[in-house]
């Protein structure tokens, strides 16, 4: 299933070795009160367009022995943490499913005392069901990733997305290219303008470094497509989307065929998501089962984890006619359903040539995500000429690689790559 790796709000890190559930620890052991102060500005330039900052919050800041105690023993041995961060919630503009400008938010988190400038990194976030844990959220676990990569040198940008923080009213856009992509452009724009303040006046060198798993390995490969079709505004550095499904369309035929499906909140989130940017008129009755479809604004209302929506909707794993009607799987497993194989076709994202260095990473044991999503798009980005495509695997020790088991390892992979084409930060 399309997944997500986040930490638990309430336990340990896991501090000697992975386990199944160190995913889930990997940010955040020690939750910090951090308290939002009284600084705010807004734009006195903008101009309601794409990119424009509406307003921003300033946040107490983390030291760095705060990071360093947040996150993950092996994250920890390869972050080189450097300084005490301060961080900022922006408010800006970018476009929904329909194009119309709307208020979105993320996260942006600067190191203190850095001299000289320094580049950005973009972290897209996983998948998020509660909406209280978008990097926004003072003690949500994807909040950590800007302060770890502020802490290094980077300045470092995590947006919410659509459909939490600031735009937290709708539904997330799950697993949309187009609007996953416009929200992380359209985060940089604001960064730059807010970088640009008086009062903030902090320059940068003019790199950009791409990174972030399962949703977020795809959002980001989502926006280098687009940011790379921006020449005038940013040049890539470096990409390492890690373990997304890129092939949208190869990857939900392939689970809609079995018998049974796994963590059905995922599947749910992903048909609900395109039958609300896609399907007129909607046709959620039809695709999902009575008991399912009668449940389904409950769920994703945004309060719940996706365990609680799985347990709802039958189990951790239940057989597919629970989720989903027989007479549509019937139709979609043959010559029908036209309406919804062309929106998926319509987020795939990866058949196109990159310019700047890509490196996919993924566990070969990949349970939620299929590993052939990063195999595909290597392949097909080579064989459109791209220069410099790779796959990293994971390596999770003596465990199995699987989706939640090789989060960390994916952080520790990108550091490990990233380092050295950063130099010293």
């Known amino acids: 299933m399309f997944y997500q790796y986040k930490a638990s709000r309430n336990t340990a890190l896991p501090r000697q070795h992975l386990h199944r559930n160190s995913i889930v620890k990997m940010l955040c052991s020690v939750l910090f009160a951090l308290l939002i102060s009284s600084c705010n500005g807004s734009d006195p330039e903008s101009t309601a367009g794409q990119g424009d900052l509406v307003s921003w919050t300033a946040h107490s800041s983390p030291f760095k022995s705060d990071i360093g105690a947040a996150i993950a023993l092996e994250v920890l041995q390869t972050a080189n ?72 040198g980077y300045i470092a940008v995590v947006p919410d997305y659509l459909g939490y923080g600031a735009s937290g009213s709708i539904l997330h856009p799950y697993l949309h290219a187009k609007t996953l992509s416009s929200s992380a452009v359209d985060m940089l724009r604001a960064a730059k303008r807010f970088l640009a303040l008086p009062e903030i006046n902090t320059a940068t060198d003019g790199r950009l470094f791409l990174a972030g798993y399962s949703e977020g390995g795809y959002a980001t490969l989502a926006a280098q497509r687009s940011l790379e079709g921006l020449p005038t505004e940013f040049t890539v550095t470096v990409s390492e989307p890690g373990a997304g499904p890129y092939d949208v369309s190869g990857t939900f035929a392939s689970q809609v065929n079995l018998p049974t499906v796994n963590r059905p909140a995922y599947m749910a989130f992903l048909v609900k998501s395109y039958d609300m940017v896609y399907i007129r008129p909607s046709k959620v009755t039809y695709y999902f089962t009575p008991s399912a479809a009668a449940q389904l604004d409950t769920l994703f209302a945004g309060n719940l984890s996706s365990g609680a929506i799985s347990g709802a909707l039958g189990g951790e794993t239940i057989p597919i006619n629970t989720l989903f009607n027989q007479t549509f799987l019937d139709s979609f497993n043959g010559s029908g359903e036209a309406d919804l194989k062309a929106a998926l076709v319509a987020n795939d994202i990866y058949n196109w040539k990159p310019s700047a260095p890509t490196i996919f990473f993924h566990g070969q044991d990949d349970d939620l995500v299929p590993y052939a999503n990063s195999v595909k798009a290597v392949q097909t980005m080579q064989a459109n000429g791209a220069p410099s495509v790779s796959l990293h695997d994971c390596n999770a020790g003596p465990f199995p690689t699987t989706h939640e088991n090789c989060g960390v390892p994916y952080l520790v992979d990108l550091l490990q790559t990233f380092g050295p084409i950063a130099g010293s930060l």
């Open 81 to 152: 943490l450097i300084y005490d961060v301060s961080c900022y919630s922006l408010v800006y503009k970018t476009t929904d499913v329909n194009d119309a400008l709307i208020d979105a938010s993320g996260l942006l988190c600067l190191p203190n005392g850095k001299s000289g400038a320094g580049p950005l990194l973009s972290f897209q976030h996983g998948t998020i069901f509660n909406k209280a844990d978008a990097p926004t959220t003072l003690d949500s676990s994807y909040y950590w990733t800007g302060p770890l990569f502020a802490s290094m």
